[in-house]
């Protein structure tokens, strides 16, 4: 798929999507996140695992009891997966990805702590705009390789096994369950244009994983009514499962997201949403079932 170049192009903000002429005369259209951006970064680590079958993965972690969290507790894990031509981002991955504001002191208080990871894929951008080298099945086992090397270096603190991701990395975090379905404890994946097979979703319910599944119905590159319609019984119906499938996908100021660079993809972008904790400015929840947003969420799995 070729992607605009999102690093060296300025959004527009007088767009009008075109499903704004779904909104209701009480609605607007939001094109900004209301948290700030770009300034946790630092305090994510840089590191690189050798890796022939996809050339070396470099990935980013946060490490709780670096920045003051207890030595003597175990913290939950979480991974973030980036969407396609994010890692050409570099270190800004981690924002597009969703870890960033994870990492800030207000979200690691909320979760009693949390170490963040975020591994790169190796891709790169053809002239025309097409990505290559975006997550894909090779990617498993290496991957899978950095979250058990971030665990072995940190083995007396390790607690619950998460996995989030959103686009490309919605699609990854199901790989990645599909994978290694004894290893997680919990999982998030995001504006996937993917879904596993009934046998494979029995496997993840089976093995007790939690999970939120989050897609907008308007979502522009996911589209809900290819993707997620034709699942929802089997979806709704898992055990230990959140299907979070907003009208719409907001921001902080209650504003319907809208972010066009090029392409119009507000309602895809519901990572955004997520690193606004699910939780309006003015503290009402997105969804009723998460009264204390994500970080509510992943501190009540490490609480079980």
């Not at 980036?82 to 270190?91: F, I, Q, R, T």
């Not at 972010?259 to 009723?288: R, S």
Request: contains cysteine; negative net charge.
């Amino acid at each position: 798929m070729a992607l605009p170049d999102f690093k060296n192009l300025e959004q527009n903000k007088n767009s009008v999507p075109e499903w704004s002429k779904y909104m209701n005369d009480d609605q607007f259209i939001s094109y900004s996140c209301t948290y700030k951006s770009k300034i946790f970064l630092d305090l994510f680590d840089e590191y690189i695992l050798p890796c022939e079958k996809t050339g070396d993965i470099r990935y980013y972690v946060y490490d709780p009891v670096k920045h003051g969290a207890a030595p003597d507790k175990k913290y939950p894990v979480l991974m973030w997966l980036h969407g396609a031509s994010n890692s050409l981002m570099e270190k800004e991955c981690i924002m597009c990805s969703g870890a960033e504001q994870f990492a800030s002191p207000k979200y690691q208080s909320l979760m009693g702590g949390a170490y963040l990871i975020v591994p790169l894929a190796n891709e790169q951008r053809l002239p025309d705009g097409t990505i290559l080298g975006a997550w894909s099945e090779e990617y498993s086992a290496p991957v899978k390789s950095v979250y058990d090397k971030v665990c072995a270096e940190h083995c007396n603190n390790i607690g619950k096994k998460f996995v989030m991701g959103a686009s490309s990395g919605g699609y990854f975090t199901w790989q990645l369950l599909e994978d290694y379905t004894d290893f997680f404890d919990a999982a998030m994946p995001m504006a996937s244009g993917y879904v596993p097979s009934d046998e494979a979703l029995d496997r993840i319910r089976d093995n007790g994983i939690n999970l939120i599944i989050a897609h907008g119905k308007y979502d522009e590159l996911a589209s809900f009514d290819e993707y997620i319609l034709p699942r929802m019984e089997k979806l709704t119906k898992l055990k230990n499962c959140i299907c979070f499938f907003p009208e719409w996908v907001y921001n902080g100021d209650g504003g319907v997201a809208s972010v066009f660079f090029g392409i119009e993809m507000g309602q895809h972008c519901i990572i955004n949403w997520v690193q606004h904790n699910l939780i309006f400015d003015n503290g009402i929840p997105a969804d009723n079932r998460l009264p204390d947003g994500v970080t509510g969420w992943i501190k009540s799995i490490c609480d079980e």
